[in-house]
């Protein structure tokens, strides 16, 4: 079972499903909580303008996948930049991928404790997913792909359902005003939502390379499509915040679980913030092993490792200690994940992208226009 | 299954060997930081040092608080 | 006429591979040597010819040999008078032997031994042979005759509409069953031996050109590796062949009726059969083909669908259930509708322990209850029912040992593993039931959400014969749904067979 090491290639459908379930899995829970308490009324349009950012930075990963299809973001870079480079741009990126996968289980843990189950210890919790996921990240992402696809077919369905029960509740009144405070609010919103989640697409630098053969072709509209749907579940949620609450929508944190709470139709069906609940954890959980995953292959890629998953599970106890220990109180985190990750994110994620991008296409501009040259003179 | 797993998996080489290593001192470095409640220099705060104070200007030039 | 190479059997470990010699004497001691201590083992010398001066020997079992077998000699020698050599004439041990080392034409099918493994092989297979003086080659005639099961109802596959007919445990019979139904040149059988004291033989049966050939390839290297281990029955096969011998799911089917491993071997699967079993083995086996059973595609559609979604229903309660109650009474009593809140607290005042051990004390007894039940003569069968019916129901709700909504999700859960048609499949979920308790009961529905995941995790990474396990449900293909969930139309199925892929011929 464990001999079998060559890494089965997944389908561009299969990566698309992936790459909504990376992008929706913990922004569910999270936003939009936070961008509605910075934008107001405007936050969907702050979710547009961040999601064309994202757009622009998948653009980005896909020029790299089409340079260099067998390459992972590490090795390009380490192509284009040079080795000492690289190591010195993942001093910000390593980190950064560490934080990412801590914070999403310290999310977890904060939900559950805030909402459902408040009196165990988050230790638990943090244990429980970094398990599973570690497990998960283990097995390769082939066997992530059949299974994200499976646990996405039951937490989609269930959020629209949701979202769908609570239409009488719905005032379309609320929505308005988008603009109360003019355009700052909006840039405001839309920086904090490309930090978390849109600039974290970069992780996909790393995924792109197991794609089949066959289907490189159009797996750009597939991950088109799998970013634009994300876009618009996320507005989605928002809108559907912003009617049910209105102005008090920033108080509560879990917009969405808020919103199951209210819930009541056919008398049976109350109270069912715990399904919801449910799949907010699953979707994290998605999230969490491909994160680590990532990680472990960043990390093994760098130091050119044979076998990534030598080092999983080392990665996933950091991570769970990580998260016990890194910060000292919930304002604290509060301000890392509001104020500090979208520099962060920028400085490991986007910047060394566009640096890589830009290196790559002006090497096969300059060989494109020697070969052309070429071509010119002799024929 | 974990014992499944250790018992076929291949040998590591010296580089896997000194990354694990390294990891496992870190982690070693956070279990005692977390077991004896000490304060010490985590990854935060790393962090904190580093770029702290352009994130906070960029906040605080963005966010507008309704007077 | 001979039987074809293909089935030719292995010899066996004790006994040298030396030539038969032409001396009677020296192969008697021989065999005197090999078989002694056995009060079955008979040798029968004759004598024939002029003057009755020529000498041969059989040899046999008489607990495997039928009475009237016994005299191979006679009929050997009548044929070859009337034939060959003509009445009244002298009878040479030339004359015989070259009658049957060119083939003659006799009466009783005979083979030619030429060494003491393949003779010895031969008895313990149930052949009388015989041994002549001056001629270094022995004949074996094949007489072997036991009691028998004759071919009935199936026990544990019975339908209401369908073939009535099921699997014995004589292998010729069975593979006849199944090459009457199958009436192509295509469908192949191959025999072979397993290996050990028990030498039993078995064979697959696959049609070539809708099996998948990697398929194939993968289940014979598979094979190899079994050569030199005893095989009882069809499920050391099993054991001794797949992917995960740890996991709690199966990853081959059973049946016992032969319409439906004629249907499976149409799917382009293996089929498995045993000498001395009943039960066939059909490989690989996929997670959605144990919500099959042979009567689904003998009813209607619109019915047969609607009986697979029960079944997967009943394969989710089955699992869940008990654990659901433990998560939502401890930790999520919110989202059980308030009048049904109240029941529960009712019902649940007074008892003892708390939901998880009142849970798992019921179960224990259902499990009891249902071991007891397999092992129990017929005739007392009934009455433990009527105790553990007692016992379990109204007994425990009296004594306050456990609730009325208990005893009801206890039986529920029960009759909805008894729903799941694959007995194999069942086991799984029998031992699944509890680590999802204990974690129900930790953790609430974080905790069962966790074990889910697990279960998930194991089911997808399972692989069944190097095919993934929950194909076609994990990677998607919404093509080959058409007998998943629903069941669709016949014409569907059988005309544009996508699921059943059309491979070049083995070879």
Known sequence: MMEKKAAVPISAFQMSLLLFAFMTGSAIINIPGPIISEAFGGAWISLLFSGAAGLLLLGCLLFLHRAEPDLSYVECSKKALGTAVTFALSVMTVPFLLHIVTGIVIDVGLFMNSSMLRETPNTVFNLAIFAIAALTARAGIEVMARMFALILMLIIPLTVIVLALAIPNYQFANLLPVFPYGWRPIWHGAYSSFGFPFEEIFVFGMLLKYTRKEDRTFLGRSLAKGFSSCILFLILSTLCTLMLFGPLAPIKKYSLFELARIIEAFEIIQRIESVIGMSLIAGSYMKESIALFVLAHFVSDLFKLKDARAIMMPLALIGFLNSLVSYDSNTEWIEIVNVMHPLWAFGGFTLPLLLTAALIGIKRRRSGARASGSADSSG | MLIFQRLVTRRMDWREKTVYAFLLAFSVYEAIDYAGNLDWMELYEWNDLLFAGPARSIERFLSYKPK | MDRTEAGSRRSVSPGEAEPWSENLDDNLARIRRLFEGSSDFVILPWRYGPDLAFRSCSFFYDSLVQERHQNYMKSVLQDLLTHEVGPGTELKIDELAAFFERRGVSAELAQMRCDLPSVAADISAGHVVVAFDGWNRALSFSALS??????????????????????????????????????????????????????????????????????????????????????????????????????????????????????????????????????????????????????????????????????????????????????????????????????????????????????????????????????????????????????????????????????????????????????????????????????????????????????????????????????????????????????????????????????????
Do not use: W
């Not at chain 3, 990697?214 to 030199?228: A, D, P």
């Not at chain 3, 680590?435 to 889910?452: N, R």
């Open chain 3, 146 to 507: 036991v009691e028998s099961r004759q071919v009935a109802e199936p026990t544990n596959e019975s339908v209401v509409q369908g073939p009535h007919e099921s699997t014995v445990e004589n292998l010729q019979k069975n593979l006849g069953l199944l090459r009457l139904r199958l009436q192509s040149p295509n469908f192949k059988i191959v025999r072979s031996n397993g290996g050990g004291e028990s030498q039993t033989q078995f064979a697959y049966g696959f049609i070539e050109g809708k099996v998948d050939p990697g398929l194939l390839e993968e289940f014979r290297v598979r094979l190899e590796k079994t050569r030199n281990m005893e095989i009882l029955e069809s499920s050391y096969i099993e054991q001794l062949i797949e992917d995960s011998p740890l996991s709690p799911f199966p990853q081959h089917r059973y049946t016992e009726r032969p319409d439906t491993a004629v249907a499976a071997m149409l799917d382009g699967k293996i089929a498995v059969l045993v000498q001395g079993t009943g039960s066939i083995l059909l490989c690989p086996g996929k997670f959605t083909e144990f919500f099959q059973s042979g009567e689904d595609y003998y009813q209607r559609t619109i019915f047969s669908s609607i009986i697979r979604i029960l079944r997967i229903n009943a394969f989710i309660i089955a699992l869940t259930l008990p654990s659901l109650y433990i998560a939502l009474t401890t930790y999520h009593p919110e989202l059980i509708p308030t009048i049904l809140l109240l029941a529960v607290i009712d019902a649940r005042e007074g008892i003892p322990l708390p939901a998880f051990f009142e849970a798992l004390l019921m179960e224990f007894f259902f499990e009891l209850l249902r071991e007891a039940g397999v092992r129990l003569p017929k005739s007392i069968g009934s009455a433990v029912s009527i105790v553990g019916a007692l016992v379990i129901g109204d007994a425990a709700i009296s004594a306050g040992i456990a609730s009325p909504i208990m005893v009801v999700i206890v039986a529920l859960t029960g009759i909805a593993s008894f729903t799941i048609p694959q007995y194999n499949f069942a086991i799984a979920l029998r031992i699944l039931r509890f680590p999802l308790m204990v974690s129900a009961a930790l953790l609430g529905g974080f905790g069962m959400m966790i074990c889910f995941l697990l279960i998930l995790l194991h089911l997808c990474s399972l692989r069944t014969l190097g095919q993934p396990y929950l194909a076609p449900l994990a990677p998607l293909r919404l093509r080959q749904f058409r007998d998943v969930v629903i069941r669709a139309p016949l014409s569907r199925l059988l005309r544009n067979p996508v699921n059943r892929g059309h491979h070049r011929s083995v070879k």
